[in-house]
C-alpha cells in the first residue's frame, strides 16, 4: 500500500502534523529532531520528560487534526522507527467511529531502552499488520512512551520514518519505508501523486528511501552512499 501518513519523515523544518496526544506524564513536546539523534540526512520528531515518571504519554499524528479515513475490516499497517532513552516506547494506532468516539487501539512491538545516534539500522521498528474494527471510521497513530521511574530522569523518544498504509491480505512483515507525497522509483516502478504527459511536478525523487540513493528536488541532484553519507551535490547550491 501506500505510505498516507502526512509529513511521515519528517521534515527537517517543520513538525506540521504532530501533537501530543493522551499525556499524564506531562512529557513536552513535540519538536523538531535534531543530528546527532535523527537519521543521517533525514528528519525526526521527538519528546521529552524533566525529570521520571512511572507513567505514559504519547507523540501523536492526527493528519493535522483531519485523521486518516478507514474502511471497516479493512487490513492496514503501521511502523514508526523509534529511538528511546532511559524509556520504552512502541507504535500505536487508536480507531474512532463517525461521531469520533474512541472504539479501540492496537500497539506494534515494544522498543526498549536503546540509546543510539544517526545509525538508523541500530534504531528500533514498531511495527503492527491487522484488521480495522467493524465499526472504524478513522484513525489517528502515535508513539506511546513508557517511563520507567527513578534512576532514569530525562528520558527521550526520538522517531522517524512513519508509515501508515493498507495492508496486504496475507501481509506479515512491514513495507519499505517510503515517504508520503514524493515520487518514490522502485524496482523500477514509479510511484508519485502528480506527474503529467509532458512534464512532471515532483517535488522530491529518489531512487530509494534510505541507504546508496540519487535524489533529485527542483534544482539540485544529490548523491548519497550506502551509509546515508552525502557524496555528490549538483545544481544550484545557494
Not at 131 to 150: D, S
Not at 204 to 232: C, F, H, K, P, W
Amino acid at each position: 500500500g501506500k505510505n498516507v501518513c502526512l509529513n511521515s519523515g519528517p521534515s527537517r523544518s517543520t513538525i506540521s502534523g504532530y501533537t501530543m496526544g493522551y499525556n499524564p506524564a506531562g512529557a513536552l513536546g513535540p519538536t523538531l529532531g535534531y543530528d546527532p539523534y535523527r537519521p543521517i540526512g533525514g528528519g525526526g520528531v521527538y519528546t521529552r520528560l524533566a525529570g521520571t515518571s512511572t507513567t505514559v504519554s504519547d507523540l501523536a499524528n492526527t493528519n493535522g487534526g483531519n485523521y486518516y479515513l478507514v474502511m471497516p475490516g479493512k487490513r492496514y499497517e503501521l511502523s514508526i522507527y523509534i529511538n528511546t532513552h532511559r524509556c520504552n516506547a512502541y507504535s500505536l494506532i487508536v480507531w474512532q467511529d463517525a461521531a469520533g468516539n474512541y472504539i479501540s487501539e492496537n500497539s506494534g512491538n515494544n522498543v526498549g531502552n536503546i540509546g543510539a545516534g544517526s545509525d538508523i539500522g541500530l534504531w528500533g521498528r514498531s511495527v503492527w499488520i491487522g484488521a480495522a474494527p467493524n465499526n472504524a471510521y478513522r484513525c489517528y497513530i502515535a508513539v506511546r512512551t513508557q517511563y520507567l521511574g527513578a534512576g532514569n530522569g530525562d528520558p527521550y523518544t526520538f522517531t522517524t520514518m512513519w508509515y501508515l498504509g493498507q495492508a496486504g491480505d496475507n501481509q506479515t512483515k512491514a513495507s519499505p519505508w517510503s515517504p508520503s507525497g514524493v515520487t518514490t522509483i522502485n524496482g523500477g516502478q514509479i510511484e508519485t501523486d502528480s506527474i503529467s504527459a509532458i512534464s512532471s511536478n515532483i517535488g522530491l525523487m529518489r531512487t530509494a528511501a534510505s541507504g546508496g540513493r540519487t535524489e533529485i528536488e527542483a534544482n539540485v541532484i544529490r548523491v548519497y552512499d550506502d551509509g546515508n553519507q552525502l557524496r555528490v551535490k549538483m545544481g544550484r547550491l545557494t
